[in-house]
């Protein structure tokens, strides 16, 4: 569909174009202010960050001064333990939480596609976790989560699932499975988000069809909707691999409240202590860096298996 | 209108149970902070919990006021998604249409690098984007968020609007064009009003984003009177002590604006966000 934009076109709309001149000059006068702004408060900093890598810059030690160290400080990162913690745990919540919200996802999507007298309700319940603040979400969870007089204890207690309630935020074991499924909570919503624009894109004759031919409910699903939704699912899985990598905000207001701080420490939280609390710019930038490689990784798959597409 | 399929007894209990579960789970963490809110530290302290409040008490709606300037907080959070969303739209749209509508050689390109903007780790750039400010000398002001705020949505106001643009009929322009509009009268006379759905819906996203933002607002306004709301609800937690009531309270203050604009634009935030989904 967008492909067709990109061609030359002989229609009378681009004869017209091209008697008043062309559309070089007045793209870039459109496209000139967006460029400013992506400029000068995105691409800079990050050009800033691989120069700062390569220089100590810690603010504890002033003594040392700024001196240039090339590579020292990404050879520092990899024998770092905190650092390799830190992405062991990124990757582990990556793959936990993107899993978890594909498969809460999906069935909410479904269930907010086909029509019924709450459809409204089911859509401001679908949007909500993804519209609250992550901080304000891990407060939430945290309170939900409290190791005395948390809900999640009074129901598992009320259930007799367990005889005591549980220190869910101080039994690292435990504070994992509440980061988790927080983390879900809030992202699901994307997931079911982009599966619904899938969804809304499936000729209705398909599915009919396939109801006419006796397949069940299920079989359709399998067999017709889902190979259909491969693209929505693909999309859904870069965007959540890209903020799962990236996840900063429940994990840092989780930590402010949990002992079992090594397991909760996620890449983007030691970057935000590396920087402030530790006051070493220079390493922050270096694993800055790291981070961005990660997510670049997962961007050009993204640009080679969506838009690569449209030619 | 779309039509319900046939469902036999069974699947339509299974849908309504599901539809009960997507509803409670969606609102419950919400209703919980609500009822919380209500309750005193008396009444927090039991187990097993006492579900409803039994003296409903709004006093920790004014101690949110009293123990911090929240009405500061909350005019700031205001002031800055309003005027980052302005500033982000009205340079989004130009450049959307650019995208969608002109021909432009390295357009492919253009919108790989929108994409890969989309993706930057805000942690990464915290400390460059502090020097930048500060050297600026633009810490603790409204321009040191609405900033950074108005540029990291802008990829994603960008591929909105390119989403919508496109689905709009090329020939009504062309006639336009042919009747001796120019260009920019075009786009501004027949297109940009026919988009106004997604101009909307690109607003509201910024508007959502800059509301809940927090890394950089925690640290470039550090200043009490100019925090914003995601930051001025953790500052009511002591060292060692957690008063839930009144983070409650502040908390369900802080999402009042985000719940109204989810209630009153769901159909326009689905259908935007899907749109988008399904064009990217």
Known sequence: MRSEAGKVSTSPRARTRRRIGGDGPLAALLLAPAALLLCGVLLFPMLTTFRDSLFVNKLTEPWLGTPFVGLKQYA?????????????????????TVGGSFLVGIPMALLAHTPSRVRGLARVALLLPWAMPPVITGLIFAWLFNGQYGVVNDVLVRGGLVGEPLRWLSTPGLAVVAMVITIVWKT????????????????????????????TRVQTFWRVILPLLG???????????????????????????????????????????????????????????????????????????VRGGEG | MEQAPRLNLSERVIRALGLALLV??????????????????????????????????????????????????????????????????????????????????????????????????V??????????????????????????????????????LVAFFSAIPRDLEAAAMVDGTSRVGAMTRIVLPLSLPGVVTAALLVFVNSWNEFLLALSFNTRLNMRTVSVGVTLYQGE???????????????????VVLIAVFQKRFVAGLTAGGVKA
């Open chain 1, 76 to 96: 520092q990162m990899v024998q770092d333990p905190r650092f390799l913690n830190a992405l062991r745990n990124t990757l582990f919540f990556g793959v936990l």
């Open chain 1, 188 to 215: 699901s919503s994307f997931v079911a988000l982009i599966v619904l624009g899938g969804l809304q894109g499936i000729p209705r004759e398909l599915t009919e069809a396939a109801d006419v031919d006796g397949a």
């Open chain 2, 240 to 258: 060692f002590a957690f008063p839930w009531p009144l983070i409650s309270a502040a908390v369900v203050i802080a999402v009042v604006p985000i």
């Open chain 2, 123 to 160: 942690v990464s750039l915290l400390v460059p984007l502090f020097r930048l400010m500060r050297s600026a000398n633009l810490l603790n002001s409204y321009p040191a968020l609405i900033l950074p705020y108005a540029a990291l949505s802008l990829p994603v106001a960008v591929l909105t």
């Open chain 1, 231 to 305: 693209p929505s699912l693909a999309v859904a899985f870069i965007f959540r691999a890209i903020s799962a990598v990236q996840v900063f905000d429940i994990p840092y207001t989780f930590i402010q409240q949990a002992p079992a701080q090594g397991l909760l420490e996620t890449l983007g939280v030691y970057i935000y202590r590396t920087s402030i609390e530790f006051l070493d710019f220079g390493y922050a930038a270096a694993l800055s860096v790291a981070l961005f490689g990660v997510s670049l990784a997962v961007t050009l798959v993204y640009v080679r298996f």
């Open chain 2, 24 to 121: 409670f789970g969606g609102f419950f963490p919400l209703v919980w902070m609500l009822l919380t809110s209500l309750k005193n530290e008396g009444e927090l302290q039991k187990f097993p919990v006492q579900y409803l409040p039994s003296h409903p008490d709004i006093a920790n709606y004014a101690r949110v006021f009293s123990e911090q300037p929240f009405g500061t907080f909350f005019m700031n959070s205001l002031i800055v998604s309003v005027l980052s969303t302005a500033l982000c739209v009205a340079v989004a749209v130009p450049a959307a249409y650019a995208l969608a509508r002109l021909e432009i050689r390295a357009r492919g390109l253009l919108l790989t690098l929108v994409v890969a903007f989309s993706m930057l780790p």
